[in-house]
């Protein structure tokens, strides 16, 4: 227990640190503890709902994904999480999912070179990850920590709840539980949510667990809002964000975010990340041997097909 008490305390004290920022809500809970260490079949039911409206059964045909993404960082953020945000080479982004493997490599270009990172999830395990900047292998474990999160969070992103869904690989322990409705508003518009909150075992990255929850909306089922702890990273450990999913494109018979909007909840509020889905095709034939190393090779070296997304979706 008092690791817990410490981190909380810690993570108030930094957003005591910052005047400017919304103080009070530093040392709040916005991720509500699970009641019980089960899942309810009305909350089984509802991810169910919401994978099934993101296209679920779609996407288990899919061999492989190659997507790019472009985005903006707010500029606070990189000095309170360098490693994390690693601003020198996380500008725009190809990055290649063999999903039937559990296999994702990133290819990152910015200011100060190139980043790869080829990561391996396995079921109900931490899985593997590698990166190498400029071509050199990092071996310390802090940025090996911040690039496995970063892979499992856009994966989470992109997918929504089919992620939570999809076998394999992918399966880890899922307690789920249905909370009380929330009104979100997302890029703009407002949507009346149901709420499925979930405990994740291992999390996201090399976390031993995270929580999140799903704001899905009741009209159409899409996951609009996904709200998560960052427990896979000791710099992060304790903190919460949130992650506004919009802009929807039908493609392939998935519905794609190609919007997407990250604000942090916890220590303080703060504006995170601007990015789009700016490219994504699938079915290349992609191997392994392409994509799991230090450079994308053969089939996965072409930039993903350029997507635009749908209006009002």
């Known amino acids: 227990m008092r690791e817990p008490d410490f981190q909380r305390r810690r993570l108030c004290l930094t957003s005591l640190a910052l005047p400017v920022l919304s103080v009070l809500p530093a040392c709040t809970q916005p991720l509500m503890p699970l009641q019980s260490a089960s899942s309810a079949p009305d909350a089984d ?4 709902r919401s994978a099934a409206a ?5 996407l288990t045909k899919i061999e492989d994904l190659s997507v790019s993404y472009s985005g903006t960082w707010h500029s606070l953020v990189g000095k309170l999480q ?14 290649r999912i063999l999903l039937r493997a559990g296999l994702i490599g990133q290819a990152h270009h910015g200011p100060s070179g190139s980043k790869q990172v080829a990561r391996r999830r396995v079921a109900d395990g931490p899985g593997e990850v590698r990166v190498w900047f400029n071509g050199d292998e990092a071996s310390d474990a802090e940025r090996r920590d911040a690039a496995a999160l970063v892979v499992d969070g856009y994966c989470l992103f992109l997918l929504g709840p089919m992620v939570l869904a999809l076998p394999g690989p992918w399966q880890r322990r899922l307690d789920l539980e249905r909370g009380p409705g929330e009104r979100a508003q997302v890029a ?21 667990s995270d929580r999140i929850d ?18 896979g990273l ?29 604000h ?15 490219g994504l095709d699938v079915n290349r034939g992609l191997t392994p041997a392409e994509i799991d190393g230090e450079a994308f090779g053969g089939a996965a070296l072409a930039p993903a097909a350029e997507i635009v997304a749908a209006a009002g979706a």
């Open 264 to 278: 942090l909840l916890r220590p303080f509020h703060l504006p995170v990340h601007d990015w789009r889905l700016t």
């Open 188 to 208: 703009g518009v407002d949507y009346d949510c149901d709420v499925l909150r979930v405990r994740m075992a291992p999390g996201l990255g090399f976390a031993d």
């Open 234 to 262: 000791e710099s992060t450990r304790g903190a919460v964000a949130a992650v506004d999913l919009f802009a929807f494109a039908s493609r392939h018979g998935v519905m794609w975010p190609t919007g997407f909007y990250e």
């Open 54 to 58: 993101h296209g679920l059964a779609a």
């Open 45 to 48: 039911e509802l991810l169910a």
């Open 82 to 95: 360098p490693a994390l945000v690693d601003a020198g080479f996380r500008g725009g982004s190809q990055e």
């Open 214 to 231: 799903l704001l899905i909306d009741r009209q159409t089922h899409l996951t609009r809002r996904l709200r998560f702890s960052l427990n």
